[in-house]
């Protein structure tokens, strides 16, 4: 066995990340008093959430997002009083350029989906006022764009850490260096036992909260979830104060280039199609140098200031076929609860997350958000097409 007192009611989270925390102490929160996380890595902090760059944002296209956003928000903002951590939330600000009148278009109606859902601090700026919030971007070829004050960043160890030492006080063991490789099922169908390279745990209750691993830990119930990972690759300067710290997250909406200011290094996003092995978080050296031609292209300041290429790495999100989150139990194992898919959102919507699966757990449904759009049988069509058996 695992741990010692372990019964038939445990509920095991399967990853120890910033979402299998957060399940994790909502879990304890509502009473919940046999939970255990497993996870493979050696310590926390050690998969993607230690990867993330750490920003936070409402201004989404669709209205799910928007509303875990809010969700997510709001608990970040009481953060501390909650879980006595800190979460490092500074709205700094998200910007959004737009360098053609179709992607503006696009981002106006965006704009009118999140004001529709409850956000109330986006606005469309123009050219000037774009001058204004970031004066280092080149002005050439903007056409517009939009900005939310209270977007911003966050620090996604810190909210690791602070999920995690709460829920630890309300009595949930963390379990590392335990790789899960076997879910034993009953002839009910349901998840009787998780089995590790140490032993068996005896559960009621299973929570995949894997992230870009989550479909290999579905399988092992025999169930096809269709996550796949993808590599997102970050460079990274070495110090400097061309920039400032409180400059917005500027985000170029036709082909994702973005970037922000961390610990006094400039970080540059670009994204690509991901690597030829869906797992590997190499940097590739060719992508570092197309980066930094765009960086020098349309934030003049950044010409003579060097990629510290030693310090760059990548990560991976945690992909879902529609780009949203997955929240929800199996059709065909119903003691096997997901939190997956997150599509990049993970760090941002954690908290929302959380929260809401523990409502699902114990409540038998979410009672803090409408989460039908993010149900796991929204697929089944797609399981049928790859004859697996369904969510």
């Known amino acids: 066995m695992i ?8 509920v095991a989270v399967i990853g120890g990340g910033v979402i299998g925390a957060s399940v994790a102490y909502h879990l304890a929160a509502r009473g919940v008093r046999d939970v255990v996380v497993l996870d493979r890595a050696p310590r926390a902090g050690e998969g993607s959430t230690g990867r993330a760059t750490g920003g936070f944002r409402v201004q989404f296209a669709t209205a ?6 809010l969700l997510a928000r709001e608990k970040l903002r009481r953060f501390t009083d909650e879980t006595g951590g800190y979460c490092g939330f500074i709205p700094a600000g998200y910007l959004w350029i737009a360098r053609n009148e179709a992607e503006l278009a696009a981002l106006r109606s965006a704009l009118e989906l999140q004001r529709a859902n409850g956000v109330d601090d986006a606005v469309e700026v123009d050219a000037d006022a774009i001058a204004r919030l970031n004066p280092a971007l080149r002005r050439e070829e903007i056409a517009g764009g939009t900005y939310c004050a209270s977007d911003g960043f966050v620090a996604p160890l810190k909210i690791l850490d602070g999920y995690r030492r709460a829920a630890e006080r309300l009595g949930v063991r963390f379990v590392w ?12 169908g349901r998840i009787t036992a998780v089995c590790t390279a140490s032993g ?15 479909a290999h830990v579905a399988s092992l119930a025999g169930v096809a979830l269709p996550v796949t990972p993808l590599r997102r690759q970050v460079a990274v300067t070495v110090p400097t104060a061309v920039l400032p710290q409180t400059m917005p997250m500027t985000i170029y909406a036709g082909d994702g280039f973005h970037l922000r200011v961390r610990d006094g290094r400039v970080l540059l996003l670009l994204p690509t199609a991901g690597a030829a092995d869906a797992f590997d978080v190499n940097v590739d050296p060719g992508w570092i140098d197309a980066v930094e031609r765009i960086a020098r292209a349309r934030v003049p300041c950044l010409t003579g200031v060097v990629i510290d290429r030693a310090a760059c790495w990548a990560g991976l999100y945690e992909m879902s076929p529609d780009g949203h989150a997955i929240i929800g139990t199996a059709r065909s194992v119903p003691n096997l609860y997901f939190a997956n898919g997150a ?33 796991p049988d929204r697929f089944a069509d797609l399981g049928a097409q790859r004859a697996c058996e369904l969510l």
């Open 64 to 69: 799910v997002n928007v509303r875990l956003s």
């Open 343 to 375: 599509s990049g959102h993970g760090v941002m919507h954690a908290p929302a997350l959380g929260q809401l699966l523990a409502e699902i757990v114990v409540d038998g449904a979410a009672t803090s958000l409408d989460v039908s759009a993010l149900r």
């Open 200 to 214: 068996e745990l005896s559960v009621g209750n299973v929570v995949n909260a894997a992230g870009a691993w989550a």
């Open 177 to 188: 260096d335990a790789d899960v490789i076997g879910l034993r099922r009953g002839r009910d």
């Open 3 to 10: 741990g010692g007192g372990v019964t038939g009611a445990t």
